[in-house]
């Protein structure tokens, strides 16, 4: 009985003793050990996906994210050994690092390490600046570096960058992502489609198992989607070097070009330069879609299209323009050449054609002064003061006035129909040219055509129709006809070309500086020129925009020779020619035949059908070596005596049959050099002897 007591107090006791022990460890101690379980176990750790890329029409890397690292040296890894390798290697390390990167020397690296190991530091940044994935390889071969970090005490922390190959190339519509990539994108396309590129987070938990940390992965991340632009490289090198050459030439201040595809709208190059306090030209913002500004004389072309539609003239119809100056309800209303007498008469193509302000503002005001709303209306009915709601953001709204709204004066229709008193942006000024080219159909402008993920199409953007006409066909013709006469007779003879036919329409307008009106200090002008090429079959719409200081200031000598070198360029890059009006159907192509296999080479020159004369008795299933040569109608096939014993000649021949020939005869061939064999070390008609050497060179 006793025995029992003993051992029931005893269990009493002990299970008193776990108790209080629970009850320690639970509360008083719980902060020691939660320390040491997360340092065992840290859960739910985000795991960043590979962001998609952004990739250009003709199929090039425009954007993608690229691994960049930072290099660290733990000393205390790997003991004593670690240590005595790292000091007998120390010189050729530090040299290594110093060809890897050569704006610190090896004795400067050698100073740096010699620090960190004195230190005995557990993460010393070996190099200050992050590092390419290729420099991170060079410098893990290195000595030490090459062994497992736990042994040789080299890590590195990585990171993803983001990197556009072409530079500047459409800096502003590709967009930019905050320098933590983690809080996504801040501009263009790259926050536009934010949501597709960036993917989904993962999430993993870091355990110590068996004595090493190791991440568990409990949901894997998903990576973006890569995105397909319209942006074709080539022409937008193309649209910025010619851009960038014409606003350093007259020191513009701001400099916009646009190309888009007159089918699809895809706009094939987007550029917008400015003039920064160093005096380079850079993409500061995107300034094509975005600028509100008057858009001058290629407004022109809207308002005569709504009265030749409302048939309030024709374009046989003209106006007396008289000495180039005209007042209209208390405002001088100035022509271009005003200094010099005006231009007189002039008929409705010729008022374009010089871009008379009078002809346009007399026919306007004439025929819509009693009812402004009806040249509004026209003006809505075209579509041009729609905003276009792009796939990217900043778009600007057009700000067309109504006679109803407030500031609508007498003086406003007269000046609204010459381009003022109205704010259009480059890109939808464009996009009403555009639709002039693409047969009255007015479409939105495309800068992204596919989503896709791992080589297959998830999203595909078709051509979106804005407004199907724009005016009728025979208001289309005419209007088609005079703006080829603007650049063949016109003032945009500059943006024309001798290879094929512009159609198009210049601008120069004096830019408002807001409540100081356009004549306060300097004044600022915006040339420009918008149109399409080539005129009958029209491709390609395209709009230059230049903002500059003082005179002189011509839209048509200015922005029009920036279009022509466009239209050029991307004519020439796009031209293919028939290759059948290259051959001379006179004469007989004879190629160029290798010496070898007379038998092969006849029956290869069979299979593409060119003539052959052979010289010799074809013999079945028996090789006859042979030579050739080009006659006047056919290739001359001429047999060569190989004798047995001794070496043959194999000039003229491709690398595989004369090293096959020779090898048949027990040579060991050493050949260099690729092409025909021009020459050979031992001689034709030599002896052979069995394993005997011979070199060939081809050429």
Not at 21 to 46: C, H, L, P, S
Not at 58 to 77: C, Q, V, W
Not at 166 to 194: C, Q
Not at 611 to 628: C, D, F, H, L, M
């Amino acid at each position: 009985m006793n025995r029992y007591f003993f051992v029931i107090l005893l269990m009493g006791l002990v299970g008193v003793a776990i108790l209080i022990k629970a009850g320690i460890t639970m509360f008083a101690e719980r902060q020691y050990w939660q320390d040491v379980a997360d340092r065992f176990v840290k859960e739910n750790v985000a795991v960043q996906p590979n962001r998609g890329n952004i990739i250009s029409s003709d199929g090039r890397l425009m954007a993608s994210s690229l691994p960049e690292y930072k290099i660290y040296m733990d000393f205390k890894a790997g003991g004593e050994t670690k240590d005595t390798m790292l000091i007998n290697h120390m010189n050729e390390i530090c040299e290594g690092l110093h060809k890897i990167f050569p704006d610190k020397s090896s004795e400067e690296f050698k100073t740096h390490l010699k620090k960190g190991r004195k230190r005995g530091s557990r993460n010393y940044l070996i190099y200050p600046n992050r590092i390419s994935y290729i420099q991170y390889k060079e410098a893990k071969q290195l000595p030490v570096f090459r062994l497992n970090k736990y042994k040789g005490g080299f890590t590195e922390q990585a990171y993803n960058r983001r990197k556009k190959p072409f530079g500047s190339l459409a800096r502003r519509t590709l967009g930019d992502l905050y320098p933590d990539i983690t809080k996504g994108a801040k501009s263009g396309l790259e926050l536009a489609f934010d949501s597709v590129l960036k993917g989904k987070e993962g999430v993993t938990h870091r355990q110590k198992v068996m004595n090493k940390y190791l991440n568990i992965v409990d949901i894997p991340p998903i990576d973006g989607a890569d995105i397909i632009t319209t942006i074709d490289v080539g022409m937008q090198d193309i649209c910025e070097k010619a851009l960038i050459d014409k606003l350093k030439e007259i020191n513009a201040n701001v400099g916009v070009a646009v190309l888009m595809e007159v089918a699809t709208g895809e706009v094939k190059a987007i550029v917008n330069m400015t003039k920064c306090a160093d005096g380079e030209y850079r993409e500061v913002r995107n300034n094509a879609i975005s600028d509100m500004l008057e858009p001058g004389s290629t407004f022109k072309t809207a308002s005569i299209m709504v009265a030749l539609e409302d048939g309030k003239i024709t374009p046989e119809d003209g106006v007396d323009t008289g000495n180039g100056i005209k007042n209209m309800y208390g405002r001088d209303m100035k022509d271009h050449n005003w200094r010099r007498g005006g231009y007189q008469y002039l008929t409705v193509p010729q008022i374009l054609m010089f871009s008379s302000n009078i002809g346009v503002s007399s026919i306007i005001d004439s025929h819509y002064g009693h009812n402004p709303k009806q040249f509004v209306d026209g003006l809505k009915r075209i579509g041009i003061n729609k905003p276009l709601h792009l796939q990217i953001s900043g778009e600007g709204k057009p700000n067309i006035r109504g006679p109803k709204e407030r500031y609508f004066s007498k003086t406003t229709l007269p000046w609204m129909s010459i381009g003022y008193e109205t704010q259009v942006p480059p890109i939808n000024i464009l996009n009403f040219y555009n639709a002039i080219a693409n047969n009255g159909i007015m479409i939105r402008p495309k800068f992204v055509k596919a989503i896709i993920k791992k080589g297959e199409t998830i999203q595909e953007f078709p051509t979106e129709v804005i407004n199907p006409s724009i005016c009728s066909p025979r208001t289309l013709k005419q209007i088609r006809d005079i703006l080829r006469l603007v650049v063949g007779e016109g003032l945009g003879k500059a943006a024309g070309s001798p290879q094929f036919h512009v159609s198009g329409k210049t601008g120069t307008a004096q830019i408002s500086q807001g409540t100081g009106g356009y004549k306060t200090g300097t004044v600022n002008y915006l040339v420009s020129f918008c149109g399409y090429f080539p005129s009958e079959e029209p491709k390609y719409s395209c709009i230059v925009s230049i903002q500059k200081s003082g005179l002189p200031a011509s839209g048509g000598l200015m922005a029009g020779s920036v279009f022509g070198k466009i239209a050029e360029r991307v004519y020439a890059k796009n031209l293919v020619l028939d290759i059948k009006n290259a051959i001379d159907s006179n004469a007989v192509v004879v190629p160029d035949v290798k010496a070898g296999e007379m038998n092969e080479t006849k029956r290869v020159l069979d299979e593409l059908k060119i003539q052959a004369q052979v010289q010799y008795s074809p013999s079945i299933g028996k090789e006859i070596w042979g030579n050739t040569y080009a006659g006047a109608k056919a290739v001359v096939l001429q047999k060569s005596n190989v004798m047995r014993n001794f070496v043959p000649s194999v000039i003229g021949m491709g690398a595989k049959d004369a090293v096959y020939l020779l090898e048949s005869k027990g040579l060991k061939v050493h050949l260099t050099g690729m092409g025909k064999v021009r020459s050979q070390s031992v001689p034709q008609g030599t002896q052979i002897h069995k394993g005997q050497a011979i070199a060939i060179i081809l050429k």
